[in-house]
């Protein structure tokens, strides 16, 4: 089916996501939305999926205008999409998942789960997926509920597929499955389109590339674009899409974490007998796909879980016994991964947030048992931290809710490099930002590790993982599956990932290259001629 | 340089069969249980006087067969009671530390056997009768408005709206069916305009909860104000003005199944009842099968799990929510006739005493499941009926101490002690898209 945007402009207030946005998407076409976060890709889809009602424009399906009022609407018409976040329900099983919505009954309603079972079966035999239908949606690995997103959207006949970000939750090697899975559907009709920000994917899969930015489309291109021309079209300038950064120059070890296992409100195991050593001005980056128990790991170095087992040490110092505000009076700076609920106060304004766990001591607080905040202190604070990590706001009295994901990110950083640190971690640094502000959060926490602090970077991000890490530990299922130079290639990785032990995937990614580590040797090749 | 090269120091050889399992400590708390309560059985039977006798009667008035009372040595009856809960206690500690999961039947059985044991050492040569099918109609009459409200509470809670007011929709049912019965002279009308009173205080509280997104919890808590406050000030004026139009008594005949009424025991406490109750149990039936296997339960968990999953399917997901509470006002509505028409009394202020709350507290100790929230209801009915009854024929345990038990059993079952109850992930969140 073809899938046609004409003039598509979405507002929320006085913010335009969508301006004017024409695209064509040709039947049997793989065609990528190429666009940086914040760029307005999953609005537009989002649009299209009839979850928001365009403000102006119209949508036109086999050359006829469609409107619709819910996604019941877009699914008849024919469109299905996979949620960047999947939109699976998880104590459902798989076929109760593929056929909410449009469920087979008998009579008063009953449901037919025969039908339904059957149904799953035959989408799964015809894509050669390996899906069992009565598994329950949370213990699926996340490649696998990618699929039963798939299956469900098949199985209301899809001819136009949209694809959120589809491999931002999964493994290279699982990445090379979808990308076959993606090949199958095109050939048999269906019209793909693919959200992406990684350059590296759209030049492998897409038959066409249409760039954002900023809401409005930037230009469209062929695959044969090489990643810098790509990257400029993104960002409209010229990127490095690597940090330079020195050789590190690890000194003494100086924070340890020993044999540490954390359970789960559920009493499940989420961080299995781990073991890191880390020495002063080195990078760690725990890799992993999400949900591995990474962001456990960190939240137990805060203090914010307690461990079951194990022990951290931090200079030879035991911070078991210690609470989080001791912890960070010890010299740990952290930033966590959910910037919006966890990193800030919306609602304070960017001083009260700078401050945020500080108040309570000389300079910002005095007077007899420090009851007094100093307000001007605080103020000033703020302002010269601000400008030294060039926050981009009106005031420092405006609420921190009313600035960029990005500079609300530099203001964390701020807070947290504010002390003299001896450990920094942080979680999902740059979930979320713009190009521009990842860099400038790489660049800071490079030069943390060269004032020699050990930095321990929590990332899903394979590219961040392997740009700004001296080492890389990956973790799958709690535990630790190994610690590797960061020269390890993306394939290694990718199958460490999924559990692989680092000398079994070695030897494993030497004979089966994935796609994508094909496309990167040719471009690479082609950048040398 | 050393450890820039591939370390696997702390790479188990297959991490994927290591997970979970091996490290969970052992949960000790239901043998524990078991053992302390087994121990306590034993106690009892030291207790008893050598020769005593504990008296049962098995039957009630207008039996079809009368057992004439039953006298059991209690001494022997009791050890032999005792015996096997010890058993029972040493199989749960077994299995616990062989991680086996327990049955449901285990705490079922042992259970009853512990009641059983203990009225054998209350009854002893007191030359009281222990009036047990008397003692398992009165547990099932105060379990009623508590599974009728569970029932509500529950299809309103799976689709993510969290009913605290069923408190106010039990009293509500009462008070429209008493008046309604009253002035039609007929109890069915009662059992026809208590659901629409239980519904309209259900759509109060999804108008604000669902439509404007005030705090469920608030709105519930001020609904139940309202209709105390609505009911009382009613029943102060028009009602005790003129009790022969507004108030008079009505009653639902009672309607014996044939065949099923005759059976021993059991006979007469379930199937020698109202209309209502037979209702009951056809809702409490229904909503086990339509929960679980229909095109309506599918939508209503989907919509209280992960609204904006069920949204992207097509689903109306604040409609499915507004039809759910008032559908489960109803259900708490006709409940609360049973507080009036049911038992043949006039309405009294505030006579539904909190039964709201504790059928609140079966919904969550029956884990947000019909067949749960039954058994809860009856476990809190039955502590209920067993304190009346010790009051009556007199123990050397305080009646008021039993009076207790289903608020202490309500503390520990929303304490999370029956084991970590789940409820549906978007309970209580407004969905706004």
Known sequence: MKLELRGVTKRFGSFTANDRISLTVAPGEIHALLGENGAGKSTLMNTIYGLYSPDEGEILLDDREVSFNGPGDAVAAGIGMVHQHFMLIPVFTVTESVALGYEPTRAAGIMDMAVARAKVLEISARFGFDVDPDARIEDLPVGAQQRVEIIKALSRDARVLILDEPTAVLTPQETDELITIMGQLRDSGTSIVFITHKLREVRAVADRITVIRRGAVVGETSPQSTETELAGLMVGREVNLTTAKEPADPGEVSFEVRGLTVLSSADKVVVDDVDLSMRRGEILVIAGVDGNGQSELAQTILGLRTPVAGSILLDDQDLAPLSVKQRLAAGLGFVPEDRSTDGVIGAFTITENYVLDMYDRPPYAGGPGNVALRLPVMREAAQTQAERFDVRMGTVDDPISTLSGGNQQKVVLAREMSRDLRLFVASQPTRGLDVGSIEFVHRTIIEERDKGTPCLIVSTELDEALNLADRIAVMYRGKVVGIVPASTSRDVLGLMMAGVPADEAQAQAATHHTVLAEADEQAEAEENQ | ?433
């Open chain 2, 1 to 433: 340089m050393s450890e820039q090269t591939v370390s696997t120091a702390a790479v188990q050889a297959d991490p994927l069969k290591q997970t979970a399992t091996g490290v969970r400590p052992i949960s000790w708390k239901y043998p524990i249980t078991y053992a302390v309560l087994a121990a306590l059985a034993v106690l009892f039977v030291l207790t008893i006087p050598a020769g005593a006798r504990t008296h049962f009667r098995l039957s009630s008035g207008g039996d079809f067969f009368e057992i004439p009372l039953v006298e059991l040595p209690s001494r022997p009856a009791g050890w032999i009671l005792a015996v096997i809960l010890v058993a029972l206690a040493g199989l749960a500690i077994w299995q616990a530390s062989r991680r086996i999961r327990t049955r449901l039947w285990l705490p079922l059985l042992f259970g009853v056997l512990f009641v059983l044991a203990f009225l054998v050492w209350a009854g002893a040569d007191r030359g009281a009768v222990i009036p047990l099918v008397t003692m398992l109609t009165g547990a099932l009459a105060l379990s009623v408005p508590l599974i009728f409200g569970a029932m509500c509470g529950l299809v309103g809670e799976r689709s993510g709206v969290i009913n605290i007011a069923i408190e106010a929709q039990l009293l509500a049912g009462a008070f429209l069916a008493a008046v309604a019965a009253s002035v039609f002279t007929s109890a069915y009308m009662g059992l026809v305009f208590a659901p629409i009173a239980g519904a309209l205080v259900g759509a109060l509280l999804v108008f604000f909860s669902v439509k404007y997104q005030v705090n469920q919890i608030i709105v519930g808590v001020v609904l139940n104000v309202l209709i105390i406050g609505l009911t009382g000030y009613l029943f102060s004026t028009a009602l005790t003005q003129n009790p022969e139009l507004w108030n008079a008594r009505q009653q639902l005949p009672r309607l014996p199944i044939p065949g099923l009424s005759q059976i021993p025991i059991i006979g007469p406490v379930l199937f020698n009842q109202t209309i209502l109750v037979y209702l009951m149990y056809l809702i409490v039936g229904l909503l086990n099968i339509f929960l679980f296997r229909s095109r309506w339960g599918l939508r209503t968990r989907a919509v209280g799990e992960h609204p904006k999953a069920a949204d992207t399917v097509g689903i109306k997901v604040n409609r499915m929510r507004v039809y759910n509470v008032i559908l489960g006002g109803a259900i708490a509505g006709l409940g609360g006739a049973f507080f009036t028409i049911g038992q043949g009394l006039a309405f009294g202020k505030e006579m539904s005493a909190g039964a709201g709350f504790i059928a609140l507290a079966a919904m969550i100790l029956g884990r947000w499941h019909p067949i749960g929230a039954l058994l809860a209801a009856l476990l809190f009915g039955f502590s209920t009926s067993l304190g009346n009854t010790l009051a009556t024929i007199g123990t050397p345990v305080p009646s008021e101490a039993l009076l207790m038990l289903p608020y202490v059993i309500t503390i520990f079952a929303v304490a999370g002690f029956v084991g970590r109850v789940r409820p549906p992930a978007a309970n209580g969140t407004p969905y706004v898209k």
